[in-house]
């Protein structure tokens, strides 16, 4: 009997659960690209070129190893154009009567799946994606009961379970379990940041190429140069040089932000771990074993396996838990929509202008440019969690619901009322000068308050907290803030309101601000 074995964009490993036990001779792969996918959000040139040509890549291995391959191109003529309607397709022309698919990352494909068995008359296994470290029912098991979820305590159980940067006594190596404190130095002068990884364009990518900029011209984003690794052989080479050139000072820079500089010493992993070249776990042993080799300090290896084995599988439980209905949260009754600006970087707010810029270009923004730019002004300036959740999963390669929401709806516009965060991530301009220099090519002066010159994330972090006070005087850890805001006095408090007024009329009238 003949098994259909589904393989989407983003699991694209071997190892993959969808493939154990697989019959080379009987069974079927079956991977394909559907209009439905590449565009029920308008995704990133650069996203859908990575994915196709990966994916492409990919059923080419598979069938050097021997497995039968069935692979949909886009632009075929029967392409039915959707998962279901691709799956129909082959259901009916073979006769199978099985599928067995590895879970989807993203809540809507996974329900799509749950619906083939009976639409089609087919068994459908459903099979857990063990690439990621912790089960779903292993983090239902550590959230529940808990008054308050916090990722740190997660992370060190995480760090117990796979025995990870532990000493023989299973105490934390160096005595601490987080290094974050050594991790927020300001760049003084120039920087030696080693070049990024380029890989070669061949005829699958060269093809992909031609077709996104044919078919998908409308969507964000600079097709070209593109130079992500497709295969796994360029990704664990793009990890080993990760390794081998940048750990020893991701640490250090980690908070970083340097006009120009949209790599840093990040790793520029996420794109591949998250589409399955990678496995979470070889970039954390790498990591791990480059501290034991002496060749990076304790502080990066921790710091760069906290964001993995932390951070990533944290943010994953959280989607999961709170699915569906995590996509509606508006916890500060934010609607304001989304500016222009983020789409073609036409502000005079050089901090955004930049992160803005890279991001169109690169597809690819680090993740303090995420968090304490353009997240942070998404969040003082009000803006609507549903705009801002899709303006995040468009523009970033590494972007699936999965990861993005609860960086978005969670972490920085704290719309799930502290699910996931403590308090809100919201800064005034002083922290984007502490930690970058975009300040000083500014039109806006960060040292100035009040007033047309004033930085605006200077009186709108203040809108912010004035405006929200109900909902966040409550929180220990505003506690500072709100008897600041206690002792500003009215004449203050008027001119950042009347500041905030007139950016937003500027806004509103579609001038540039
Ligand atoms: P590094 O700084 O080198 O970190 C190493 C790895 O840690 C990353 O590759 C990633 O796998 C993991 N990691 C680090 N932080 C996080 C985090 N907060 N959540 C999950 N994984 C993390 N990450 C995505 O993979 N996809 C997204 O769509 C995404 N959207 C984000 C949206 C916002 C608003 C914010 C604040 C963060 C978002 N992140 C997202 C997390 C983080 O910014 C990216 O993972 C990181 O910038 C990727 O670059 P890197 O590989 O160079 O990361
Ligand atoms: C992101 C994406 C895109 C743009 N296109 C496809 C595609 O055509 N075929 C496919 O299998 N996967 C694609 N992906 C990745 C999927 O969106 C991802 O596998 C699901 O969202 C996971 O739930
Ligand atoms: Fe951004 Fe304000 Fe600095 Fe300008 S002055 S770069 S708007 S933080």
Redesign the pocket.
Known sequence: MTTLRLILGDQLHQDISSLKGCDKENDIIFMCEVWEEATYVQHHKKKIAFLFSAMRHFSRELKEAGFQVRYTQLDDEDNAGSFKGEIERVVKERGIKNIIVTEAGEYRVLQDMQSWGEAFGVDVDIRANDHFLCTHEDFKNWAEDRNELRMEYFYREMRKKYNILLTDEGKPVGGEWNYDSENRKTPKGALDIPDTYHAQTDDITSDVLKLVGAKFKDHFGDLEPFHFAVTRDQALYALDK?VSERLNN?GDY?DAMVQGEP?MY??????Y??CGLLT?ME?IEKAQAAYYDKTAPLNAVEG?IR??LG??EY??GIYWMKMPGYEAENFLDATRKLPSFYWDANTQMNCLKQCVSETKENA????IQ??MV??NFALIAGLSPEEVNEW??IV?A???EW??M???TG??LYADGGVLASKPYASSGAYINKMSDYCKGCKYKVTKKNGPEACPFNYLYWDFIDRNEDKLKGNHRMRMMYSTLKRMGDEKLDAVRADTKRFFNAIDKGDVV
Do not use: T
């Open positions: 990760f991701f980690q790599w990040h790793s520029h992993l996420s794109f771990i998250n979470p970039c760069f964001q993995i951070w990533r943010i994953r690819y923004a680090h993740h995420r968090l353009l997240g995040f999963l970033y590494d972007a699936y990861v993005e609860p960086n978005v972490m920085i």
